[in-house]
């Protein structure tokens, strides 16, 4: 810790008051929540159960409730088995946050992100506090920590620990959570993954004791047979757009049946276009059974979260973003199609 407090920013990322407000409402909180995005990756599985960990090691009553199940491809985090799912425990989830007297909102900063949990959201007379790194916040919070510079939430939960003097709490299981949220985010730091202080907060989370190369096999290099087949047969039916310098990926359906397909299967599927150099942004088109979820992932300054925000009910970061279509598979790709164009300015 010498290290860091020698050499960082840390001090001056989040207010201080906010921080401040945040520990104060901790300690005279007795219910705590903490909710994620629906279909929560890496990142808001990771900062919200090294959050719960963290409230726990201060004596306080916390649980992780989220909209829908975690992908198999998580399963092995810390705590992950603890949180309490909506689709699976409806009356449970809606009775905790109806209890709650402080909800955490972490990586969302649009009461639509946490889907069928919204209204509860909404309605809860608890004090709520945001931490995320999206851009352009738009949910009503007693405490709002944004900061879209950071590169993932857990990082910037990390940093809120920090300046909070809550670090001593992170325990070698909490550590493994926020590293994994922050490998996700980024790829294993291949993107959005070029400040320095990331590097610290691993420094510290090493000295925690996680095992690094262990949780990147666990995340990056660990797949069924169905990811395997599934992930060939959605690159062998990309489509390029030379034109747009563009590549687009859709499953049906019926193709994710015939592949046993479970969820988190195809994560990082988007991503794979984009290591052709021609290709400047890559778009995954998934039917689902209440809407076609939308995946887009680009290289340098294109825009994918205006896309997304424009056109797919959705947003995220310049480099990746995602969003929804209700309706047929067909028509998403006609709409896709049909703007595709506008953005070449972009190129």
């Known amino acids: 810790m010498t290290e860091i407090k020698k050499h960082s920013r840390f001090q001056t990322v989040i207010d201080p008051a906010a921080v401040d407000r945040v520990k104060q409402l901790v300690l005279v909180s007795q219910e705590i929540v903490i909710t994620c995005h629906v279909s929560p990756d890496g990142d808001a599985l990771g900062s919200s159960t090294a959050l719960c960990m963290v409230l726990k090691s201060l004596g306080k009553k916390a649980h992780v409730v989220t909209a829908d199940c975690p992908p198999k491809t998580l399963y092995f985090l810390p705590g992950l088995r603890d949180i309490v799912v909506a689709t699976r425990q409806a009356d449970r989830a809606h009775d905790l946050m109806k209890s709650a007297d402080l909800i955490f909102c972490l990586d969302y900063n649009d009461p639509k992100r946490v889907d069928r949990l919204s209204d509860a959201l909404l309605s809860s007379k608890a004090r709520k506090v945001m931490i995320d790194h999206h851009l352009d916040p738009c949910i009503d919070v ?80 660990t797949a069924s047979e169905s990811r395997l087949r599934i992930m060939g047969y959605g690159q062998y039916r990309m489509q390029l757009l030379p034109q747009h310098k563009a590549a687009v990926i859709m499953l049906s359906e019926e193709e994710l049946k015939e592949f046993d397909y479970s969820k988190g299967d195809t994560e990082g599927l988007v991503n794979t276009p984009l290591a052709m150099p021609e290709i400047m942004y890559s778009v995954f088109l998934r039917k689902d059974a209440d809407c076609v979820k939308v995946s887009m992932r680009s290289k340098e300054t294109f825009p994918v979260n205006k896309i997304c925000e424009e056109h797919f009910n959705g947003g995220g970061h310049i480099n990746a973003a995602g969003g929804e279509f209700h309706g047929p598979l067909s028509e998403a790709l006609q709409l896709l199609l049909e703007v595709i164009p506008t953005y070449d300015k972009y190129l």
């Not at 959570?177 to 090493?206: A, K, R, V, W």
């Open 142 to 221: 007693t405490v709002g920590i944004s900061h879209p510079e950071i590169s993932s939430t857990s990082a910037l939960l990390y940093i809120f620990f920090w300046q909070a003097g809550w670090t001593r709490y992170i325990n070698r299981s909490s550590a493994a959570c926020i590293y994994t949220g922050m490998m996700t985010d980024t790829g294993n730091f291949s993107y959005n993954s070029n400040d320095p202080d990331l590097y610290l907060i691993i420094h510290d989370l090493l000295r925690k004791g996680i095992d690094k190369d262990n949780l990147y096999k666990l995340v990056m290099n």
